[in-house]
């Protein structure tokens, strides 16, 4: 198999068994740890900039096999018994393949695309932009060897037309979007912020016009709010799951990054102007609204404005705000090409947004756009005011109008079917009742999608981007042992003090300044710098709630992170920030960091997993990972029934957990792939003996404990511990785990209405994995 041109026979010591055409490498991407050559089958030029500078849309590409295809079959069998995964493989392989690299896709062989034309002409920069460019990571080992081999890909839109004015003055006009791959999911998959300050669906608009010598540019952003808030499963519930300094820091990291990328070579900071589309009516919207504006308000950003604009309440009023709202001046850049001069630079810049950053603000960037466009071509003498018969915008239907309009409505299509699969539903909005019958059914071509296809959707995104959660671009092991032979050269340990309280709480009733007394534990007057707070039965489980919803009353919740925040303050003394919460029912996690561990913890996820065999009752596992520097912690907050079936339900927790697929979820890395793994909660692990020989027991320890016989306590209490449920069954996926010395007796459960079982409800187990590097622990104790 050779890929160069049959004439270059320099590149090769063998006649090739094969001849392919293809138009470009994307680089080398891995599906089920197979790898595959990613190349460029069919291309469309799609515009030209400054007459030297091809730009194409892929449409269609292809996968070359390292290996044979024999061989990749056994491998991806051993790899999972089962023709399964044979067929996962052609599934991944078709979707990229037909339905992501088909479309919307584009590269340039000799402009960098992934920046802007102020980043090429004035800043004189050539490399890349890693935010817009796709095949950053699977292309990675070809650029090493030579830049040339790769093409940069952008995701998003690429459109130009051509247009002559009076007098025969001619312009080149070319709409570019690009759409960062940093948060680049899929609607219900990907919505607000993650921890390094990446919001979902953020795009950045360039319009660039070309005449004569000179060249100007124009930048407009979107992007979802930057507060992490999410929705998940068939009623798509509106969650907030993060503390509010957590969501403030990933607030302000996100404009921040914006300011540096955008005007850091002006050496000063330039406004960033936020216009806000959502509705007041809408009780989603409008809590992720106030949100939005809490954060605007505390934070201690000079730069920024915030503007609100209700899209659906005021229809026809937009071109008049619109029109008021650019009378704010930002300027746009301005090039002279023959004497390689910069006349001017944009000194602001528009970020607008809505619930999904899809329709409604496409229609409003658009007229942001034309704005800017008047003002850019009065600068060359060319005035299209004359052209605009009448404030509404979408009644003017002047040439160069409909063109620009057209080439918008294009670039919304493709974002749209990007982020959500369907065109925006405003791509026929001037054609009265078609506009509403194609709305209608866009709609529900969404509802299908968020249901059925975003998930696998997301996968593809994740294999082409280089992050899925099977896929693991590693060093070889001969290479990792090496580095783990030279660690204490290369590696910092940092100790961190977890301390983790897992309780029954029985649905009691609380005030938000109840004290807990004794409820933290500072050994030595040290305290933790990770609090972790697992409760059981939080509330009592509404019977209505419970047919809707997987979830506490938002009211619940708020008052329990209140209550536990109240009680460290008055109990550590120290400021502790809420870096995540998370709920099943009425089992809830709760943690908590100091603010010199928030700068360290990163990638927060969370899920839960509910028992199916237990469907009336609240039995399952709140899961929440992160990382610290460079290791995962896991914790699982578990709530599990009586007798044998927990360990049914155990498997069950460590099967599902990040793993399955629904509206706003997609599979990521199992619990297992952890560096350290954190299992607690109510094990309800009875003691397999007669109930009369348990109360001997406990009656002879409690003589043992009074008399001061402490040893002989402690044997008698050894004995009751050898009859538990959980050692007793000898679990397998808990031998590996610690279970830290039961220093107190078991609890009394109702068997019947005449007898009492013992059964020790909260027990704590830690797993670290072997060969972690340097790590250790202290040992716990229960209180």
């Given at each position: ?7 270059d ?7 090739p068994?094969q001849?392919?055409e ?17 190349i ?14 091809d ?6 590409v292809?996968?070359i ?21 044979v067929?996962?493989k ?13 479309n919307?896709?584009y ?13 090429i ?10 935010q817009y ?26 459109q ?6 009076p ?5 080149s006009?070319?709409?570019?979007a690009?759409?960062?791959?940093m948060?680049?999911?899929t ?17 950045e ?16 952003i ?28 990933a ?10 990328e ?14 806000n ?6 009780k989603?919207?409008?809590k ?32 008049n705000?619109v029109?008021?709202?650019?009378q704010?001046?930002?300027l ?22 809505c ?22 071509l ?18 003017n ?19 749209s ?14 054609k ?48 990792k042992?090496e580095?783990?032979k ?7 340990t ?6 983790i ?12 300044d109840?004290?807990l007394e ?10 933790p ?20 919803s ?9 008052k ?41 913890c ?13 469907f009336?009752?609240?039995?399952g ?10 290791s995962v912690?896991?914790f699982?907050n578990?709530?599990?029934p ?15 957990a990040f ?13 297992q ?8 909660g ?6 397999n003996?007669?109930?009369?020989d348990?109360?001997k027991?406990i ?18 209490l ?6 538990d ?27 019947n209405?005449?007898?009492k079982?013992?059964?020790w ?8 994995l ?14």
């Amino acid at each position: 198999m050779f890929l160069k041109n049959k004439k270059d026979k320099k590149y090769f010591d063998q006649e090739p068994s094969q001849y392919i055409e293809f138009y470009g490498i994307l680089g080398i991407i891995k599906i089920l740890n197979i790898q595959f050559l990613l190349i460029v089958k069919k291309i469309k030029k799609v515009a030209q900039i400054q007459i030297l500078h091809d730009i194409y849309e892929i449409n269609e590409v292809d996968f070359i096999s390292f290996t044979n295809t024999n061989q990749t079959s056994n491998k991806i069998k051993d790899y999972q018994s089962g023709i399964i995964q044979v067929k996962k493989k052609h599934n991944l392989k078709n979707q990229i393949k037909k339905q992501i690299l088909k479309n919307y896709h584009y590269f340039s062989y000799t402009y960098p695309l992934t920046l802007t034309t102020q980043n090429i002409l004035d800043q004189k920069r050539l490399d890349i932009n890693k935010q817009y460019c796709w095949n950053i990571k699977i292309s990675q080992l070809i650029y090493q060897i030579d830049p040339k081999w790769v093409i940069q890909l952008i995701q998003g839109f690429v459109q130009q037309f051509n247009y002559e004015f009076p007098k025969k003055k001619k312009i080149s006009f070319i709409l570019i979007a690009r759409r960062s791959c940093m948060r680049g999911g899929t609607r219900f998959i990907h919505r607000g912020i993650n921890s390094e300050g990446d919001v979902a669906n953020y795009c950045e608009n360039e319009q660039i016009i070309e005449y004569n010598n000179m060249i100007m540019s124009y930048l407009i952003i979107r992007g979802s709010v930057p507060v992490f808030w999410e929705q998940k499963g068939l009623m798509t519930t509106l969650q907030f799951s993060k503390g509010e300094e957590v969501n403030a820091q990933a607030f302000e990291k996100h404009f921040q990054q914006i300011q540096k990328e955008k005007f850091q070579h002006l050496n000063k900071p330039c406004n960033i102007h936020i216009v806000n589309l959502m509705q007041r009516s809408n009780k989603f919207e409008q809590k992720i609204n106030l949100e939005f504006e809490n954060h605007f308000q505390k934070c201690n950003l000079q730069f920024l404005k915030y503007d609100f604009f209700d899209f659906h309440k005021n229809p026809n009023e937009i071109d008049n705000y619109v029109q008021n709202l650019v009378q704010e001046n930002y300027l746009f850049f301005l090039y002279d090409n023959i004497n390689k001069k910069c006349l001017q630079q944009q000194i602001g810049i528009f970020r607008v947004n809505c619930k999904d950053c899809l329709d409604r603000t496409n229609a409003f960037m658009m007229r942001i756009g034309f704005h800017a466009v008047k003002h850019m071509l009065k600068k060359v003498d060319i005035d299209i005011q004359t052209m605009i018969v009448n404030k509404m915008f979408d009644i003017n239907n002047n040439q160069f109008i409909s063109a620009f309009k057209q080439i918008w409505s294009n670039n919304g299509n493709n974002i749209s079917n990007l982020y959500a699969g369907t065109d925006a539903t405003t791509k026929n909005a001037t054609k009265g009742p078609v506009f509403r019958i194609d709305s209608a059914f866009i709609g529900i071509q969404r509802f299908i999608n968020c249901n059925f296809q975003d998930s696998f959707k997301m996968e593809c995104y994740n294999h082409i981007v280089g992050q899925h959660y099977e896929t693991k671009y590693e060093l070889p092991e001969n290479v990792k042992e090496e580095l783990l032979k030279l660690q204490d050269q290369y590696l910092q340990t940092q100790k961190i003090n977890i301390q983790i309280i897992t309780w029954n709480a029985k649905s009691c009733i609380l005030k938000e300044d109840q004290i807990l007394e004794n409820f933290f534990d500072n050994q030595d007057n040290e305290n933790p710098d990770i609090i972790v707070i697992g409760i059981q039965e939080a509330a009592k489980i509404d019977l209505l709630n419970d047919l809707i919803s997987n979830h506490l009353d938002e009211s619940i919740m708020k008052k329990w992170s209140q209550i536990i925040s109240f009680n460290i303050l008055q109990q550590l003394s120290e400021q502790y920030i809420l870096l995540n919460s998370y709920d099943m029912k009425n089992t809830l996690l709760l943690i908590y960091v100091n603010q010199k561990t928030q700068s360290i913890c990163k990638n927060i996820e969370h899920d839960y997993v509910k028992f199916k065999f237990y469907f009336k009752k609240s039995y399952g596992a709140v899961i929440c990972r992160f990382q610290v520097n460079d290791s995962v912690l896991t914790f699982v907050n578990c709530v599990f029934p009586k007798g044998d079936i927990k360990l049914k339900c155990l498997k069950y927790v460590f099967r599902n957990a990040f793993q399955r697929e629904y509206v706003g979820k997609n599979k990521s890395n199992k619990i297992q792939d952890s560096n350290m793994i954190f299992l607690f909660g109510d094990f309800n692990s009875r003691i397999n003996m007669k109930v009369d020989d348990q109360q001997k027991l406990i009656n002879l320890y409690q003589q043992k404990i009074n008399q001061k016989e402490d040893f002989e306590g402690l044997k008698i209490l050894d004995e009751m511990l050898k009859n538990d449920q959980l050692i007793s069954k000898n679990v397998y996926f808990i031998k590996d785990y610690a279970e830290h010395e039961i220093m107190f007796l078991p609890s009394s459960q109702p068997k019947n209405k005449k007898q009492k079982v013992s059964c020790w409800q909260q027990v704590l187990f830690d797993f670290i994995l072997k060969k972690q590097i340097k790590e250790r622990q202290n040992p716990c104790k229960y209180k």
